[in-house]
């Protein structure tokens, strides 16, 4: 109908209804580097994923953040993020290793999401009380979570990918297999190849979270290292960004 049209395509792997568009459409706003090989390159526009300004707006809120959630300030917290509805293999691998992060001295901030309340409830009553582990269904204050956190574990969606660009702590990705083209792993892979992440495969995390874990946490160089890669992978003001393609169409 020649009305102007534009798509955004928020992983590093298209879903194959934006591949069937590219063709048709003016205009594809991306958040991945290489989607030439999907797209024309002339209608691609680097613009990154748009999130909520509050979830990335840590800065200066660690000690707050650490009060939220009842975490001690001297210990360094590691939060286990498997997304809303929870990860079984993430959640399984905690309860694995979780004395092992203990007894080196760090405390767990931990959503195990709502498919498994059941699983946490019985977990929590084999926890002493006043243990360094904080279980949590649905972490809403995720801005806060982010500031007390000093390491990030979690699933590796589009969106949460997008978040922990801008928030710069060292992160390990766990793709989830169970997703359309197994799209988290190649998000995940965007980052590990230039050394912005660590990728721990969902079929070994529940014998091998506390090695791959030990990799970084007693490693400096390595946690400075994965800081300042994370940090230039954020794409700043991506909705602006996208609003300002579209307006762009429309007057053209």
């Known amino acids: 109908m020649g009305v102007p ?16 568009l590219a063709n048709s459409v ?5 958040a991945y580097e290489g989607l030439d090989r999907w797209f024309p390159k ?20 660690r000690e707050v953040g650490i009060k939220h959630f009842g975490l001690n300030p001297n210990k360094k917290t590691i939060l286990f993020v498997g997304g809303s509805l929870g990860a079984l293999s993430i959640n399984e691998a905690v309860k694995k290793h979780y004395q092992e992060m203990l007894s080196a001295g760090y405390q767990i901030l931990w959503q195990h999401g709502k498919a498994y309340i059941e699983s ?3 977990l929590s009553k084999q926890i002493t009380p006043g243990e360094a582990i904080k279980l949590h269904v649905f972490i809403k204050q995720m801005d806060l979570a982010y500031a007390a956190a000093d390491f990030i574990v979690s699933r590796a ?28 792993t190649k998000n995940a892979m965007a980052l590990v190849s230039r050394g912005a992440a660590r990728l721990i495969k969902d079929v070994d995390i529940r014998e091998n979270l506390w090695t791959e874990l030990e990799t970084v946490l007693y490693d400096r160089d390595a946690q400075t290292s994965l800081k300042n890669a994370i940090a230039l992978m954020a794409q700043k003001d ?15």
Request: hydrophobic share 35%; with cysteine.
């Open 238 to 252: 991506s909705d602006e960004r996208i609003a300002n393609e579209i307006i762009g169409l429309s007057q053209s």
């Open 120 to 122: 946490a409830d019985k």
């Open 5 to 20: 049209t534009l798509i955004q395509e928020q992983n590093s792997f298209p879903g194959i209804t934006n591949r069937i």
């Open 157 to 184: 969606g589009a969106m949460a990918v997008s978040e922990l660009c801008h928030i710069d702590k060292p992160t390990f990705l766990v793709p989830s297999p169970n997703v359309a083209e197994d799209h988290q």
């Open 26 to 30: 003016n205009r594809i706003c991306v």
């Open 42 to 61: 002339e209608k691609i526009v680097m613009t990154g994923n748009p999130i909520r300004t509050e979830v990335i707006e840590i800065e200066g809120k």
